[in-house]
C-alpha cells in the first residue's frame, strides 16, 4: 500500500512543521510533541484564544465555535490542530487564507464563512476524516497537500485555484 502512512512518517511530519513553525532545529519525540505544539504562539485575539481554551477542556463531541463576530484575516497554523471534538466551525466574512496545518487530523465537520478565503496552504485540512465539503468559491491558490486524507469528502468548490 503505497498510500499508508507510517508512524515514523507520520511524527517526522509533525516534526517538521514544529521546526517550520518555531524556527528551530531540535528532534523531539512523540511525547514532547504536543509540548512542542502548545508552544507555538496562538492569534492575539483574547475571544479566539478563550475559544481555543475551551477547545482543550472536555466538551460534547460536535460542538459549533462560532467565531463569525471577531474580526481576522487568518486561520493560523495548528489552530485547530488535533481537536477531536471540534464539529463544525463559524469564520468570520473577514478570513481570507487557511494557513498549514490550521485544521488537520481534527475531528471537523463542517467550515462555515469560507465564501472570501482566497488562499489555502499546505496540509491545512489533512486528515480531517468528517470534513464533507469545502466550499472556496474565490480560491486562487489551493496547495496540493491541503485536502490530503480527507475521505470524506464529497463536495469541492475550490473556485479558480492555482496549485501551490
Known amino acids: 500500500m503505497a498510500n499508508k502512512i507510517t508512524n515514523t512518517q507520520y511524527y517526522s511530519d509533525i ?13 523531539y519525540t512523540p511525547a514532547q510533541m504536543a509540548q512542542a505544539i502548545a508552544d507555538i504562539p496562538t ?24 467565531l463569525s463576530d471577531i474580526s ?7 489552530v485547530f490542530y488535533q481537536m477531536i471534538r471540534v464539529g463544525k466551525v463559524k469564520i468570520p466574512s473577514t478570513v481570507t487564507q487557511v494557513l498549514s496545518w490550521a485544521f ?16 489555502v496552504m499546505d496540509n491545512a485540512f489533512r486528515n480531517c476524516l468528517y470534513l464533507k465539503s469545502a466550499l472556496f468559491p474565490l480560491a486562487s491558490s489551493v496547495d496540493s497537500t491541503a485536502f490530503v ?16
Do not use: H, W
Open 149 to 164: 486524507g480527507c475521505s470524506a469528502l464529497e463536495v469541492c468548490d475550490l473556485g479558480t485555484f492555482n496549485i501551490l
Open 15 to 27: 516534526a517538521g512543521a514544529i521546526r517550520a513553525k518555531n524556527g528551530g532545529s531540535d528532534t
Open 43 to 66: 492569534p492575539a485575539d483574547p475571544r479566539l484564544e478563550a475559544m481555543l481554551r475551551r477547545a482543550a477542556q472536555v466538551i460534547p463531541a460536535g460542538e459549533t465555535f462560532d
Open 104 to 119: 488537520a487530523y481534527s475531528s471537523l465537520t463542517e467550515l462555515e464563512g469560507t465564501e472570501n478565503v482566497t488562499t
Open 72 to 78: 481576522f484575516t487568518q486561520i493560523q497554523p495548528y
